[in-house]
C-alpha cells in the first residue's frame, strides 16, 4: 500500500518561502509519476507540478515553485518561492502509476496560508 504524508505548511507573509515535504512509503518513488495538487477555499483542486524524469508547472507558479525528488530518500519537495496570497491552499501530494493518467495515491494535505 502507498502511503504518502506532506509536510512543511504554514502561516507566511507575501514574498515568503516555504518547502513542502512528501515522504512516500510501500513503494520506490522512482516508479511514480510524482505531482503537487492544491485546493482553495471554495474551488475546485488544481494542479501545480508534476515531475517524471522532465517537470510541468502551471502557468500560476511557473518561475516560483520548484519540483523536486530525492529517490535514494523517498522523497518529493516543493519548494515555494516568492508566495502570494492566492497561493493560499491546501496542498497535496499525489503519485501515479505511469501508464495511467489519473493519480491515484494522494496525502492528507498541508495548509499553506500567506497573508498579505
Known amino acids: 500500500q502507498v502511503q504518502l504524508v506532506e509536510s512543511g505548511g504554514g502561516l507566511v507573509q507575501a514574498g515568503a518561502s516555504l518547502r513542502l515535504s512528501c515522504a512516500v512509503s510501500?513503494?520506490?518513488?522512482?516508479?511514480?509519476?510524482m505531482a503537487w495538487f492544491r485546493q482553495a477555499p471554495g474551488k475546485e483542486r488544481e494542479f501545480v507540478a508534476q515531475?517524471?524524469?522532465?517537470?510541468y508547472y502551471a502557468t500560476s507558479v511557473k518561475g516560483r515553485f520548484t519540483i523536486s525528488q530525492d529517490n535514494a530518500k523517498n522523497m518529493v519537495y516543493l519548494q515555494m518561492n516568492s508566495l502570494k496570497p492566492d497561493d493560499t491552499a491546501v496542498y497535496y501530494c499525489a503519485a501515479a502509476r505511469p501508464v495511467e493518467v489519473e493519480y491515484g495515491y494522494w496525502g492528507q494535505g498541508t495548509q499553506v496560508t500567506v497573508s498579505s
Open positions: 510501500g513503494r520506490t518513488l522512482s516508479f511514480f509519476r
Open positions: 515531475i517524471f524524469g522532465d517537470t
